[in-house]
């Protein structure tokens, strides 16, 4: 499990750091490579900030996250506009709930909240209820739109669900269950229906998308897991190889087969070359602490 855990975080931050230099491009036959040192974008931040509020806390508690995130945030990592000027607000006072609608009256609907929430799908990964809970408690601080609520909770579920000892079949069937927008569920339904069949590169961006919003990357990211998770190179190859949001798409793809491949079965000469590596790890086994404790809990008293 902890390996698992492991896994997780440093995919997430390799799929990020070898997409990035793809972010914007369009699609290509890129080739990403692990010959020079591999650095992190807004992604791999904010999820490394989500960790340590997590596990400071014991839980995700929305004021401390709001806090992480202004403290850990580096402006040259390339963050969206919106997460930008929400963190802004919120700095000068504006309260949470005020500040998300500032930005978007309806919301933010960006793939940040997605992109970020891994580690809440690690630490509960035993009960998807409190998952989903959790997940909307994390996005919001940034992000209100259901469709990006939507996003997360799909990304965390399907996390858990990888620790749960769920096929990659069993996957989208069980998370559209969650899904309360419409566009999520039709883009869910969209990857079940593309994964029966297969399909070329430019079917997987005209139907599922390859953009910065949360419709456009979380249902593409699951597709990419479901249908390359045994070989993390190649399906983090075919996520940049969409072009568009590349970091982010890869960043959701390395999450999902880290936690399915676990640490040691990523390539290691692109993990030795990943920044900050000591500190992922450390986050990872810091989690993995946490939800033990919280599981432990949880066997014993049934809830
Ligand atoms: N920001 C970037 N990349 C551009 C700069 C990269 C460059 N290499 C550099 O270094 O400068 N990438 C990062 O942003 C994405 C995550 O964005 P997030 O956190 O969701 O931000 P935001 O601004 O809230 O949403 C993104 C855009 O989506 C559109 N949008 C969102 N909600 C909307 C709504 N309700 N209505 C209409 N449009 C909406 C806006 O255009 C937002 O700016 C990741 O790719 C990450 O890597
Ligand atoms: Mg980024
Ligand atoms: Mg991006």
Redesign the pocket.
């Known amino acids: 499990m902890n390996e698992r855990f492991r896994g997780c975080l440093v995919g997430l931050a390799l799929g990020d750091s070898l997409g990035a230099a793809f ?2 491009m369009p699609p290509g036959d890129y080739e990403p490579s692990c010959k020079a040192p591999l650095f992190y ?3 791999t931040e904010m999820m490394l900030n989500l960790s340590e509020s997590i596990i400071e806390r014991g839980e995700v508690v929305p004021e401390d996250l709001a806090r992480h995130f202004i403290e850990g945030l580096n402006p040259q990592r ?6 930008l000027r929400v963190l802004s607000l919120i700095r000068s006072g504006v309260p949470i709930e005020r500040a998300t609608s500032m ?2 009256r ?8 997605s ?1 970020r929430v891994a580690p809440v799908g690690l630490l509960y990964w035993f009960d998807r209820e409190r998952i989903v809970e959790a997940a909307t408690r994390a996005s919001t601080v ?2 209100t ?1 259901p469709v990006a609520i939507d996003g997360a909770v799909a990304i965390a579920l399907s996390v858990g669900m990888i620790l749960q000892g769920s096929s990659r079949e069993q996957i989208p069937g069980e998370i559209i269950k969650y899904m309360k927008t419409n566009l999520m569920r039709g883009k869910i339904d969209a990857l079940m229906g593309l994964l029966e069949r297969g399909c070329s590169r430019e079917e997987v961006i005209r139907l599922l998308g390859n953009g ?2 949360t419709e456009e990357s979380v249902p593409t990211a699951i597709y990419c897991f479901l249908r390359y998770g045994d070989d993390f190179m190649r399906a983090i190859g075919f996520s940049i190889s969409l072009g568009g ?1 590349a ?2 798409i890869s960043a959701m793809t390395g999450a999902l087969c880290g936690a399915w491949l676990s640490r040691g079965s990523l390539p290691p000469e692109c993990v030795e070359r990943l920044e900050d590596r000591e500190r992922i790890i450390s986050n990872a086994d810091g989690l993995y602490e946490l939800s033990e404790a919280i599981y432990r809990d949880f066997s014993k008293h049934g809830e």
């Open positions: 972010e914007g974008t807004d992604d390339g963050y969206g506009y919106g997460t930005v978007f309806e919301g933010s609907k960006g793939n940040g909240a992109m940034t992000h739109h910065v919003l949001d970091d982010t």
